[in-house]
């Protein structure tokens, strides 16, 4: 518990239990408004344990003024730290720094007029249509090593734009001719939860991505579609995110390119916005698939370049739209697919692979 109002006086008693997540009166009482998840309340922790209570823990209350955060950001700044990683530790101070000041434990908020600090968010150059042709159309098992789980994971993030914890919480019950439910996300701290918008909605999906879902339903029935246990638990993020920096070596984009881009798991939500918007597609229709509440962020993820803007009746469709056969080569004269169950997955490197 926040120790009694009439005894506080550092930020360190301020802090104490001030973001734990079955006592904190703050939490308990932001809760009768918002809808807040135990993993904000771990992350403030977080904010607390790694950074602030190092440079404020000792100071009294009232004596945490804005030039003494101002002070603080030029600490941070000289310690390399990135603009938007100081903000995110700022927006945590800020909120117990208020609450202090609602409750009277100090005369007044301190903070009022201090702005976070410009964002110096690495310009993301995300990923071309050129680029995702090599990836997802022709023989892509030259490209993703027969590896059918991180294959058909990235193209669906690829063609939806959810992020990895909507992919590992897919399950297999939830797949319709057409479309699928997005409900939930998983976390393997925090288990299966409401998606981060806490947002259920529907999400059109070619025959093609359907079949190449149902592949893996066909092993996992109804449980987690992107499993290594029948079905009973998804794999690791990590699994999924390596499978794609392979697969963009063997397209020719190094490590240290990728890592330059911004070219994870996460740059497909980037791809997609950018890629509904050329198509003509309203900001309400891009938001109703990608579960984006506000213009900002869909314009946040969208990346224009004017040369390529125009009309894409059907983004999916025109996206995987397969190149011309090479000579000599037809769809009866390739491998047929044989699914290959791994109980174990333990090991982030294990794959369900085809053959």
Known sequence: MIPNQNVIGTF???????????????????????????SYADKCQEHLDYCLLDYFGKMKLESITAEVVEG?????????????????YYGTLQTMIRWAARKQIISGDPLVGVERLRNDRKKIRIITREEFKALFT????QVWGNDLLCYTANKLAACTGIRCGEILGLRGEYVYDGHFLLC???????????????????????????TDLRKLIGINGDGYIFSLDGGTTPVYG???????????????????????????????RHFLNTELQKAGLTVQIVQAVTGHKSERMTE???????????????????????EPEKQGETKTNRPALTLVKIPDQKEPDEMIKVS
Do not use: C
């Not at 360190?12 to 904190?24: H, I, N, V």
């Not at 701290?189 to 991505?209: M, N, Q, R, S, V």
């Not at 990590?238 to 070219?263: F, P, T």
């Not at 946040?300 to 397969?322: I, K, M, N, S, W």
């Open 12 to 38: 360190a008693e301020l802090a104490q239990g001030f973001w734990d997540w079955e006592k904190s009166p703050y939490l308990k009482e932001r809760m009768k408004r918002v809808s807040l998840k135990k």
């Open 72 to 88: 603080w950001f030029d600490k941070m700044i000289a310690d390399k730290y990135k603009h938007t990683t100081i903000n995110g």
């Open 138 to 141: 022709g023989d892509w098992r």
């Open 184 to 210: 939930g996300q998983y976390n393997y701290k925090y288990g299966y939860t409401d998606t981060k918008t806490k947002i259920k909605h529907h999400i059109p999906l070619t025959a093609e991505l359907i």
């Open 238 to 268: 990590r699994l999924l995110r390596d499978g794609l920096n392979r697969a963009l070596r063997k397209i020719g984009i190094s490590k240290e390119e990728a890592k330059e881009r911004g070219l994870h798991l996460h740059a497909w």
């Open 300 to 322: 946040y993820y969208t990346h224009f370049d004017p040369r390529e803007f125009g009309e894409v009746p059907e983004v999916q469709a025109a996206l995987l739209a397969a």
